[in-house]
């Protein structure tokens, strides 16, 4: 008897100790959370205890990890349109746990989970962040029926452009070639087809995009004004799949499906427009060759080795081509190339290897080939300009325990840039101008501690260590500067070998995010980033085109760096149908490139002599609401602002009006559900007009009016104010499993209001002494649209 009761003290004591000894432990569990029905992974996917504050969000990649003291946990995985899922853990060690969620179209109301609500911009770190998924935009109008990406974020607060038909878009008064666009993580240079009508990104192959503003995570670099992150999808790895759709402009085909179930999966996605084969019947004579036309193709595929380790193939390739008879020839295009692999060392420890290659290019080719006779010589001129990266990205997610997580990693570059070959054909004989090209090593290391106490306080703070490196081969000029505002004047060049350094530069950009919540429904975010860009485009027109030059920063130019700072207030409705949020924003600019009056950027080898440094500053409030719950869904943003530029030489070297200002800016997006099979979209623009300079004053000279400007001051005036709306009916067909397919009617510009791309003079045709001002309307009048889009 004696015995047994020590034993069975014994055997207590030993309960005892191991239930105390596993008090004082923590494990991990982590894995990847993905899409039940197609496999592609699952990003923001909220994952916590209930009732705790305890909790954490996957990352981009879908990956997500969470410590907890050892025992028996109940988790719950949540996503607005997702049912949620809950499953019970019994941490006796590190666990790996895959999810797959199943889509619930008809959730109204989105999950809370660890006493917080579902992982919305309240609910984070990063300021001046939006997202956008697929679903989203495709709610939006659209321009000839067509779903559009950049349309999609120039509905946001702090984007606009410079008009229809523009390329690129401004973000915070910033120029276009300060966003850093990433496809897969590659680069993209040229964002727009047909001048700025459409994007270059195909809708059927974009899983989602992120569009930060400020704040920036130490991770991005290389631009000063926005990161726009577009992720593309990786495939159904459970059915094969089609999508397409028909419509009055392109039309567009994607097939995705498994190469192997569960483990492998690819998607190829092209669309290609006809407007060139529809007007074939009506071009006679020297036109009937003519060619105007875009295409491209996206691909992707991804392998699944085992739990710890994924690949990633991905690419790109798309042209414009535009071409007149026989005579005159243009073409541009970008092709990238990414291949990523995701290792899991740990249940702590992810990696994400990213190797990639970018090239944008372009040419124009003008000749005599129409008209000449058959024994007459050819002329004409060839002109050619490209850029190419090579690059690669190793970063690390480490997550140290439920309230601290660190993310460092490495980042470099290498430029060719092949700014300009001129090729001049007169009586057969070729005459060759050819710019030098040039080359340049951009390289960074990065780390960020995010710390999470608690629901109410969190900060992320850390830094970027840029080191930029121009390099031969190649010639480096030599300047005389002293005297603003006029071409400098040459005094030396010096040649140097093969990757011989010109110039360095080295810059440390500290990084800092911090958010308090007074409830789960009120909280404020400060954020500070200071940015870096050694990439710059050259152009004095109020567009950039897709002809313009890239340069690097070398001896003569320096990189541009900008300070921004930024405070902001958020807002959730309890019911979780609303947010609200209001920031402030100040961004001071170094170094940003302006130009002499009549300055040449056409193959000038001497270019540098006519940038001009200068400094920016912009500041302005930004107004955000949504509703995103129920048969009436959509969003409005208002954007109070001020961009301003001052450059030695230049408009009396004072503060003057960046031609990216805009005062007001206002869209109104809005979409309201009738039934399952019908929805109507209404999208709704208002902008301050554009700085724009125009003479104020003339001089009469020999009966002429000669007109000038007596202030000396650039973008002394206004265009007129932008304002556009555009309708979009969808009417969905008899959805089955097999089949489903969607009428998609819209109207833009549904009151046919004339904006103005710019305003130029012109001599009265009744009084040649007189001068009239006429506005050049890119757009002036409905434009219908007729899309079906189909999916089997």
């Known amino acids: 008897m004696k015995t047994t009761v020590i034993m069975w003290m014994s055997l207590l004591v030993t309960i005892l100790a191991v239930r105390s000894a596993m008090a004082q432990q923590r494990f991990t569990v982590s894995g990847y959370v993905k899409d039940k029905q197609n496999g592609e992974s699952l990003v923001g996917i909220s994952i916590g205890k209930p009732g705790t504050s305890t909790g954490t969000v996957t990352n981009q990649y879908g990956f997500y990890s969470l410590t907890l003291p050892a025992g028996a946990h109940e988790l719950q995985f949540s996503f607005i349109g997702y049912a949620p899922y809950k499953v019970t853990v019994d941490l006796t060690s590190n666990k790996t746990l895959d999810v797959r969620m199943e889509g619930n179209s008809s959730q109204l109301n989105e999950i809370t989970i660890n006493g917080q609500k579902q992982e919305k911009p309240i609910n984070t ?72 009508f459409f994007s270059v990104f195909n809708p059927d192959a974009v899983k989602g995009l992120d569009l930060i503003k400020g704040g920036f995570p130490s991770e991005y670099g290389g ?29 567009r085909l994607s ?61 790109y390739f798309g042209r414009d081509v535009f071409g007149f008879g026989k005579d005159v020839n243009m073409n541009w295009g970008n092709t990238t190339a990414t291949i ?97 090209d040039k080359h340049a090593l951009e390289s960074a290391v990065y780390i960020d501690h995010e710390y999470k106490p608690g629901k109410k306080f969190g900060i992320r703070y850390g830094g970027r260590l840029s080191a ?77 085109t897709p002809l313009d030059i890239w340069t690097p920063s ?4 320096q990189p541009m760096v900008a300070d921004q700072y930024t405070a902001g207030y958020f807002y959730n409705s309890p019911n979780d149908k609303y947010e609200f949020s209001a920031e402030v924003f100040y961004k001071k600019t170094d170094h940003q490139l302006d130009y002499i009056d009549n300055a040449d950027l056409q193959l000038n080898q001497y270019i540098e002599a006519d940038l001009l440094p200068s400094e920016g500053r912009a500041y302005g409030l930004e ?81 002429w009016d000669v007109p000038y400007n007596s202030t000396e001051k650039r973008n002394n005036y206004r265009l007129p104010a932008f304002h556009r709306l555009d309708l979009s009916l969808t009417l969905k067909g008899k959805q089955t499993k097999r089949w489903k397919g969607e009428w ?49």
């Open 223 to 251: 631009r000063i004004s926005s990161v726009l992150d577009i992720r593309m999808k990786d495939g159904n790895d459970q059915a094969f799949n089609v999508n397409g759709g028909i419509g009055n402009i392109f039309s």
């Open 623 to 703: 107004l955000y609401a949504k509703k995103d719950v129920g048969k009436t869904t959509g969003w409005i943003s208002y954007t109070l602002s001020r961009t301003e530029r001052k450059t030695p030489g230049i408009s009396l070297s004072e503060w003057h009006l960046n031609r990216y200002d805009r005062t007001h800016n206002l869209n109104l997006v809005v979409t309201h559900t009738f039934t399952k099979r019908t929805s109507l979209s209404a999208n709704w623009v208002y902008a301050t007009g554009a700085p724009a300079t125009f003479a104020d004053n003339r001089l009469e000279f020999q009966g």
């Open 255 to 315: 097939v995705e499906g498994p190469l192997v179930k569960d483990k492998s999966s690819f998607i190829v996605a092209a669309r290609r427009s006809y407007i060139d084969i529809l007007m074939k019947p009506f071009m006679k004579g020297d036109m009937k060759d003519t060619k105007l036309n875009f295409y491209d193709v996206t691909a992707k595929a991804h392998y699944k080795f085992n739990k710890n380790n994924s690949l990633f193939v991905s690419g």
């Open 125 to 196: 770190l990063n300021t001046s962040i939006n997202k956008l998924d697929i679903a989203q935009m495709k709610k939006m109008p659209t321009f000839m029926g067509e779903v559009d990406v950049l349309r999609s974020i120039q509905t946001l607060p702090g984007v606009t452009t410079v008009g229809e038909g523009s390329s690129g878009f401004n973000v915070r008064g910033g120029n276009s070639d300060e966003n850093l666009i990433i496809l897969d993580e590659a680069p993209v240079y040229n964002s727009t087809h047909m001048l700025g």
């Open 340 to 436: 990523r692999w995701n290792h899991v060392f740990s249940n702590r420890l992810f990696l994400n290897l990213t190797t990639y290659y970018t090239k944008y290019d372009y040419s124009l080719d003008f000749s005599n080939e129409s008209k000449k006779e058959a024994n007459e010589a050819k002329q004409g001129y060839k002109w050619t300009s490209n850029i190419i990266n090579y690059g690669l990205k190793p970063s690390f997610s480490y997550y140290i325990n439920s309230t601290n997580s660190l993310y460092f990693g490495v980042q470099g570059v290498y430029y060719t840039f092949k700014p300009g070959k001129g090729v001049g054909t007169e009586a057969g004989v070729d005459r060759v101008k050819e710019l030098t």
């Open 468 to 544: 930029y490196q121009y390099l031969g081969k190649g010639t480096a000029y030599y300047f005389n500067d002293t005297t603003p505002g006029i071409r400098k004047t040459l005094t030396g060049s010096k040649e140097y070998g093969n990757n011989e350094l010109i110039k360095g530069y080295y810059y440390f950009e500290p990084r800092i995010s911090a958010r308090y919540a007074f409830s789960d429904q009120h909280a404020v975010k400060l954020a500070y980033a200071r940015t870096t860009q050694f990439m710059h485009q050259l152009s004095n027109t109020a567009s950039p």
């Open 554 to 557: 070398t001896n003569n130019i």
């Open 744 to 792: 998609v009617f819209s109207l833009y510009n549904v009151y046919g209001r004339r904006n103005a791309y710019t305003i130029y003079f012109k001599q009265n045709d009744d009084d040649p002494t007189k001068r009239e001002s006429v506005r050049l309307s890119i757009i002036g009048s409905i434009i219908p649209g007729i899309t079906y889009n189909f999916k089997f």
